[in-house]
C-alpha cells in the first residue's frame, strides 16, 4: 500500500485520517482529549503490550466503508486497526462507559484501596478510573488474593497485593535492560510478578519498571513515604550522563528533590528511559541544569488549583442520553 495512503475514521463523531495499520487508540490520540480511551497495559514504546486488561474497550459501530456492520462485541483499541470509514464511539456510547465500569470493578477485586498511604496516590490511572466509574461498594465476597513480601532490591518496593498484572514492567525488563531477572509466575488467580528465587533485580535501567506500572505495585524505596506527590513540585532538569539522555524530571519538596523519574507524556508513558544513577544517586540541584516547570495534565491532582478543565466533545452535550452515560465525567468538567 502507497504511504500516503489514509484511512478515514471517527471516533465519537471526530473525524481523523491516519495510516493504515494504526490501532483505534493511537488513532484516537491522535485527536487528544477525553475521547482517547484509557490504557493500564497498553505501552505505545513496548512492543507487544496491550490486550491486557480491557480498559480500553470501544464500540465499533460501523467496521468499514466495505462492510459497515457493526461489531459484534466491544473491543479492545489497543489492538484493533483501524479500517477505511471505521466508525467508533467511546464516551459517547453508553454501552462503553457501562462496560468500563465493569473493567474497573473488576480491576479491583483484587486491589487494595490503600490510595491514602500509597505512594502512587496522585498518579495512579488505577485511582483515577476508579474515581471516574468505580462503585462506592464491592459486590466481592471472596478472600482477596494476599502476598509474601518479596525483596527485589534495595531500590524499588515490589507491593504484589496492587498489581494488575498488566506486563507492562516485564516487557520493560526485557526490552530495555540486557537481563531480564523477574517476570509472571503461575498462571490465572495465582500469577504474580516476582523474580526467581528472590534475585535483586540490578541493572542500570531496572528503575524504570516503576515509572512504567500504572498503579503502586512497584515504588522508588528511595521516595517512599517521604511526601505525597502533590505537595511536591516537578521540574524538568537534564545533565550529561554517559548511560542515558539525561532528561529527567526531579519532584522539589523546597529545596530538597526527593524524587527524580522520566519524563512523562499527556498519557502518562516516560518520554526517554532514564539509568539508575540519574534516578537514584543525582538527588542534588547542583547535579543537574534546569529547564523550567515540568507541565502536568488536569487528570491529576498535582496540577491542583491550576486546573485545565476537561472538554467532553459537543456531540455529548446535545445528547441527553449521553449526558446521562456521562454524567460522572460531564460533573468533573465543571468547576467547582
Ligand atoms: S508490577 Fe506494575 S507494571 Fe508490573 S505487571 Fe504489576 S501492575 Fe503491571
Ligand atoms: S490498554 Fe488495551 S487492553 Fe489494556
Redesign the pocket.
Known amino acids: 500500500m502507497a504511504d500516503d495512503v489514509k484511512f478515514k475514521v471517527s471516533i465519537d463523531g471526530i473525524p481523523v485520517e491516519v495510516a493504515p495499520g494504526t490501532t483505534i487508540?493511537n488513532a484516537a490520540r491522535q485527536i487528544g482529549g477525553d475521547i482517547v480511551p484509557p490504557?493500564?497495559?497498553?505501552y505505545s514504546k513496548l512492543e507487544g503490550s496491550?490486550?491486557?486488561?480491557?480498559?480500553?474497550l470501544v464500540k465499533v459501530s460501523k467496521g468499514s466503508e466495505k462492510d459497515p456492520r457493526p461489531m459484534p462485541k466491544l473491543v479492545?483499541?489497543?489492538?484493533t486497526t483501524v479500517m477505511d470509514g471505521m466508525e467508533v464511539l467511546n464516551i459517547t456510547s453508553p454501552e462503553v462507559v457501562e462496560a468500563r465500569k465493569g473493567v474497573v470493578e473488576i480491576l479491583l477485586l483484587n486491589h487494595p484501596l490503600d490510595c491514602p498511604i500509597c505512594d502512587q496516590a496522585g498518579e495512579c490511572k488505577l485511582q483515577d478510573l476508579g474515581y471516574e466509574h468505580g462503585s462506592a461498594a464491592t459486590r466481592y465476597e471472596f478472600e482477596r488474593r494476599t502476598f509474601e513480601k518479596i525483596d527485589i532490591g534495595d531500590k524499588i518496593q515490589l507491593h504484589m497485593t496492587r498489581c494488575i498484572l498488566?506486563y507492562r514492567c516485564v516487557y520493560t525488563a526485557d526490552q530495555i535492560t540486557n537481563q531480564r531477572v523477574h517476570g509472571v509466575l503461575g498462571r490465572g488467580d495465582a500469577s504474580e510478578i516476582s523474580t526467581y528465587i528472590e534475585k535483586a533485580i540490578d541493572n542500570d535501567f531496572s528503575g524504570n519498571i516503576i515509572d512504567v506500572c500504572p498503579v503502586g505495585a512497584l515504588t522508588d524505596k528511595t521516595f517512599r513515604f517521604k511526601n505525597r506527590v502533590w505537595f511536591t513540585k516537578p521540574v524538568d532538569a537534564h545533565r550529561d550522563c554517559p548511560t542515558c539522555s539525561g532528561k529527567v524530571t526531579l519532584w522539589y519538596k523546597g529545596e530538597e528533590v526527593l524524587r527524580v523519574t522520566a519524563r512523562k507524556d499527556v498519557y502518562g508513558e516516560v518520554e526517554e528511559f532514564i539509568c539508575n544513577t540519574c534516578r537514584f544517586d543525582k538527588k542534588a540541584t547542583v547535579d543537574w541544569v534546569i529547564d523550567g516547570p515540568r507541565h502536568i495534565e488536569n487528570t491529576s491532582v498535582i496540577s491542583a488549583n491550576h486546573y485545565e478543565l476537561p472538554a467532553p466533545p459537543p456531540v455529548i452535550k446535545k445528547n441527553l442520553r449521553l449526558q446521562e452515560a456521562n454524567k460522572e465525567q460531564l460533573e468533573r468538567a465543571v468547576k467547582l
Open positions: 487508540l490504557a493500564m497495559c497498553y496491550g490486550g491486557k486488561c480491557r480498559t480500553c479492545a483499541s489497543c489492538r498488566c
